[in-house]
C-alpha cells in the first residue's frame, strides 16, 4: 500500500497562517494520509513542534521543509534543518538546497504569482515538480503534470493549506515501505512519486483570493 503525505502546509509560521500544527495531525488519520510535510514561508521556526509531534504520533511520518521565496518564485525544499537565505536566484537556491542535505520541488510552478514560470519550469535542475496544487487552477496543474512528463521527473502534490481544513486536498504517494524522512528524501530524488487530489474550483480560489488580500493588508503588503 501506498504512503500518503500532503507535502505542502502552512501553519502559524507563515505569515499568511494562524494554524497551529498540532491542529493538522488531529485530521490526518481521518483522510486517509499517513503524515505531511510542513512548509511555512521562509521559516523552519515549527520545525522543534514537527519533531515533537512525530515522537508522540509514531507511526505517522512528519517531513520537515520551507517553501522559500527565491528571485523567480517560489521553490519547496524539504528535508533542511535550516530556511535557504530568500531573494536568492532559484539555481542559487537549489544547490543551496542540496548542498544542505535536502531534495528540491518547484512549487506551483505555473501559478501567476510566485510560480517561476515555463522557462525555469522546462530547465530547473530539479528532481521533482509540484503538480497537483489544491490552490491552483485545473489548467495551472495540467501545464505542470505535462512539464513533468515531459522532462521524465518525479511528481509531488499538495493541498497548500493554511488551515486544517485545507489538508489533503493534494497529496503525494511514495512507496510502499517508506517509513522514515530518508525514505521520502530519497523517492523524490529518484522520481518515484505520484500526485493525487485535486486543485480549486473558481469560486475557491476568488475566496482564497479575498483572503489573501486580507493577509496583505494586516502584514502591511509586505511580499511573501
Request: without cysteine; hydrophobic residues 40%; aromatic residues 4%.
Amino acid at each position: 500500500m501506498a504512503v500518503r503525505l500532503d507535502l505542502h502546509v502552512h501553519s502559524r509560521f507563515s505569515p499568511d497562517s494562524r494554524a497551529p500544527v498540532r491542529d493538522y495531525v488531529s485530521r490526518v488519520a481521518a483522510l486517509g494520509l499517513q503524515g505531511f510535510a510542513l512548509t511555512d514561508h521562509n521559516s523552519v521556526a515549527g520545525h522543534r513542534e514537527l519533531a515533537g509531534l512525530a515522537r508522540t504520533h509514531a507511526p505517522l511520518l512528519f517531513l520537515p521543509g520551507v517553501e522559500v521565496s527565491t528571485r523567480e518564485g517560489h521553490l519547496l525544499a524539504y528535508g533542511v534543518g535550516e530556511a535557504p537565505p530568500a531573494g536568492q536566484p532559484l539555481s542559487d537556491s537549489i544547490d543551496w538546497v542540496r548542498d544542505h542535505g535536502g531534495e528540491a520541488v518547484l512549487a506551483h510552478p505555473f501559478r501567476w504569482s510566485h510560480g517561476v514560470g515555463a522557462r525555469l519550469t522546462r530547465s530547473a535542475p530539479v528532481a521533482a515538480i509540484e503538480v497537483v496544487n489544491g490552490h491552483n487552477a485545473p489548467r495551472a496543474n495540467l501545464r505542470a503534470s505535462a512539464a513533468a512528463a515531459a522532462r521524465h521527473l518525479g511528481g509531488t502534490g499538495g493541498g497548500d493549506a493554511h488551515d486544517p481544513t485545507q489538508l489533503g486536498r493534494a497529496y503525494t504517494e511514495f512507496p510502499e515501505g517508506a517509513s522514515s524522512v530518508d525514505d521520502l528524501l530519497e523517492s523524490i530524488r529518484r522520481g518515484s512519486t505520484r500526485a493525487g487530489g485535486s486543485g480549486s474550483g473558481a469560486v475557491e480560489r476568488l475566496r482564497l483570493s479575498s483572503r489573501s488580500v486580507v493577509l496583505r493588508a494586516l502584514r502591511g503588503f509586505r511580499p511573501i
